[in-house]
């Protein structure tokens, strides 16, 4: 199943509420949000204009993916509360259809994986008998 939560992502003058899936396997250095095509169409970031290309490794093998040269914000939610909000780098990569949650984003908006099987999990601040289910995934 995996763990997805509700995020509102704010850029270029623009914001989208969708579901981002926690995925502890994409690691960076940095607060990346992966967002797919579909997503970058609509902030209008595709097709590239002053976009950066770079060949990364990844479990699918090697792909390009694109560096948007703005900052985001990003807002991890429940229901219309924001329980969380942070900077982030977002990044666009064509062959995916949801977006994707950074290891190191992951740990900014302080996500903390109950059950990844079952779709649980928890806020850093929740308290500890808090157990939130995962959102249903939003394909872009």
Same mark, same amino acid.
Request: with cysteine; proline share 6%.
């Given at each position: 199943?995996?763990? &997805?939560?509700?995020?509102?992502?704010?850029?270029?003058?623009?914001? =989208?509420?969708?579901? =981002?899936?926690?995925?502890? /396997?994409?690691?960076?250095?940095?607060?990346? @949000?992966?967002?797919?095509?579909?997503? =970058?169409?609509?902030?209008?970031?595709?097709?590239? &204009?002053? @976009?950066?290309?770079?060949?990364?490794?990844?479990?699918?093998?090697?792909?390009? $993916?694109?560096?948007?040269? *703005?900052? =985001?914000?990003?807002?991890?939610?429940?229901?219309?509360?924001?329980?969380?909000?942070?900077?982030?780098?977002?990044?666009?990569?064509? !062959?995916?259809?949801?977006?994707?949650?950074?290891?190191?984003? *992951?740990?900014?908006? /302080? $996500?903390?994986? *109950?059950?990844? %099987?079952? /779709?649980?999990? %928890? !806020? %850093?601040?929740?308290?500890?008998?808090?157990? %939130?289910?995962?959102?249903?995934?939003?394909?872009?």
């Amino acid at each position: 199943m995996g763990i &997805r939560v509700r995020v509102k992502i704010v850029a270029g003058g623009k914001s =989208a509420t969708t579901s =981002a899936l926690v995925n502890s /396997g994409f690691e960076s250095i940095e607060p990346d @949000l992966c967002i797919p095509l579909g997503l =970058a169409k609509f902030f209008s970031f595709w097709p590239p &204009r002053e @976009l950066y290309g770079e060949e990364v490794v990844t479990a699918g093998g090697e792909t390009t $993916i694109y560096l948007v040269p *703005i900052q =985001a914000k990003i807002q991890l939610l429940a229901g219309d509360e924001v329980i969380c909000e942070t900077p982030c780098s977002l990044v666009v990569k064509p !062959h995916i259809d949801e977006v994707l949650l950074s290891d190191y984003l *992951i740990d900014e908006l /302080g $996500i903390v994986a *109950i059950s990844y %099987r079952k /779709g649980l999990w %928890r !806020h %850093r601040t929740d308290d500890p008998s808090t157990v %939130r289910r995962s959102e249903e995934p939003q394909y872009w």
